[in-house]
């Protein structure tokens, strides 16, 4: 069975642009969660959408979106990029909602000069 | 608001030395998931403790579940290596959201 899947693995952007960040689940797997960690940190949660519903969502200003697909596909969106959103971006995905066992996908690394 | 504490926040011993990673809550979770992550690479599971007082073992890996659920414990008995990485573990809050510990940075040197 595949695994997670994320695209793209790296991304590099200027402060001001938006980014789409995608994410592909496990195949039968309903939730989707995604998490932002920086250096030294551990995951901070940014949003978890279930069968294309947002369900639990973290503190995050509104520049962070998401959306899930029929197919659970996942997208998120950061809008006017700022310096400090530069970080890894992991996808994880699930069989039910988010306190079931998680499964990471490898992650996007962003970059934001 | 729903916390974990996870402590060390970093670690560097010996390769052969034993180590306990904890994570303190003052709140109960249905269960108490540990991963691990490996620079590059998404966070895997370890293991899952759902019932007090539960103990489970991966090798030389010791998982301990609070007897009231809010705490839980890791120990690696004669560390190598290859169990160099950030442990992180994660609480099944009764909103069905996993609360995460900021996780322990664990370096063996050899």
């Known amino acids: 069975k595949a695994g997670v899947t994320q695209t793209p693995r790296y991304l590099i952007k200027t402060r001001g642009q938006q980014v789409t960040l995608s994410c592909s689940p496990i195949s039968g797997h309903r939730s989707v969660s995604w998490y932002q960690q920086t250096p030294g940190q551990g995951l901070q949660f940014l949003f978890e959408?279930?069968?294309?519903?947002?369900?639990n969502k973290g503190n995050f200003p509104g520049r962070f979106s998401g959306r899930q697909f029929s197919n659970s596909r996942s997208e998120m969106n950061v809008s006017t990029l700022e310096l400090g959103d530069s970080a890894l971006y992991l996808c994880a995905s699930s069989r039910s909602l988010a306190g079931d066992t998680q499964y990471f996908g490898p992650g996007t690394r962003l970059t934001v000069l | 608001t729903q916390l974990l504490e996870q402590s060390p926040q970093f670690l560097s011993i010996q390769e052969g030395e034993n180590l306990t990673v904890y994570c303190n809550s003052s709140?109960?979770?249905?269960?108490l998931q540990w991963y691990r992550q490996e620079p590059g690479e998404g966070p895997v599971l370890l293991v899952t403790?759902?019932?007090g007082g539960e103990v489970k073992k991966l090798k030389r890996l010791t998982f301990q579940f609070g007897d009231a659920r809010k705490d839980s414990s890791l120990h690696i008995t004669a560390a190598q290596p290859g169990d160099t990485g950030l442990y992180l573990c994660a609480g099944a809050a009764s909103n069905y959201q996993l609360i995460w510990g900021a996780g322990t940075k664990l370096i063996i040197k050899p």
């Open positions: 959408y279930f069968s294309e519903t947002q369900r």
């Open positions: 403790v759902v019932t």
């Open positions: 709140s109960v979770f249905s269960s």
